[in-house]
């Protein structure tokens, strides 16, 4: 079945550590997204990306990278600059513009 | 920033009953989308009304827009308590890249 998988679902992070969050889809989608959402809030745009090794700065991008190597991947890295990471993160993808997105299942991210 | 801004924050209402939900917005669109959130789950879409429609229905679903408000709704007829979820409203944006969500609408239906 096409679609998107995030991974891991739940991460956890010490203070100074940068983590990745993994998002691969096999639907042939070109537009790939990353989300940062609080609890109780809707969705915040972090990164996104148009094609292969091309990507914009989202609403909050301070304290994230990401990288888009291949069509069907577009990690996301929270790094050691981003002073308050824990949030449910949301990765998407879509055919062409203004279209409906498809969502992977989320990774819950903590600090210890 | 938020393009789409929901009302209520939430609502609570029986199974059977309907249950209808706002959206306004700020800036010209082409599109306005409805999602779905159950708790700790990805999104699902519900339906896409472009800018020169003024309705839409998908099952018990049915969706308005208004561009000249800026403004849509949601209602969901004779809710079931599997109707449990938030429900976002997303537009799209410089040129249709960047679909900016609302805070969306949390849906409680008691059985």
């Known amino acids: 079945d096409g679609g998107i998988t995030q991974s891991p679902k739940y991460l956890f992070r010490k203070e100074g550590q940068n983590v990745t969050l993994s998002c691969e889809q096999n639907?042939?989608?070109?537009?790939m997204y990353w989300y940062r959402q609080d609890p109780g809030q809707g969705l915040r745009l972090i990164y996104y990306?148009?094609?292969?090794?091309?990507?914009q700065k989202g609403d909050i991008a301070e304290g994230y990278s990401v990288s888009r190597e291949k069509k069907e991947s577009f990690p996301l890295t929270v790094t050691s600059a981003q002073k308050n990471p824990t949030a449910f993160y949301l990765c998407?993808?879509?055919?062409?513009?203004?279209?409906?997105?498809?969502f992977g299942s989320g990774t819950q991210l903590s600090v210890l | 920033s938020q393009q789409g801004e929901e009302d209520p924050q939430a609502l609570s209402i029986q199974e059977g009953e309907n249950a209808t939900m706002n959206c306004s917005y700020k800036t010209s669109i082409n599109n306005l989308q409805w999602y779905r959130q159950n708790s700790g789950r990805g999104l699902v879409h519900l339906i896409l009304i472009r800018s020169n429609e003024r309705e839409k229905h998908s099952g018990r679903l049915r969706v308005t827009l208004d561009t000249s408000k800026k403004s849509s709704s949601l209602l969901i007829t004779a809710s079931r308590a599997a109707d449990t979820a938030s429900y976002f409203c997303?537009?799209?944006?410089?040129?249709?890249?960047?679909?900016?969500f609302g805070a969306g609408t949390r849906l409680f239906v008691k059985a």
């Open positions: 997303a537009t799209d944006g410089a040129g249709g890249f960047k679909t900016i």
């Open positions: 998407a993808s879509h055919t062409r513009p203004g279209e409906k997105l498809f």
């Open positions: 639907l042939n989608h070109d537009a």
């Open positions: 990306s148009q094609i292969v090794n091309d990507f």
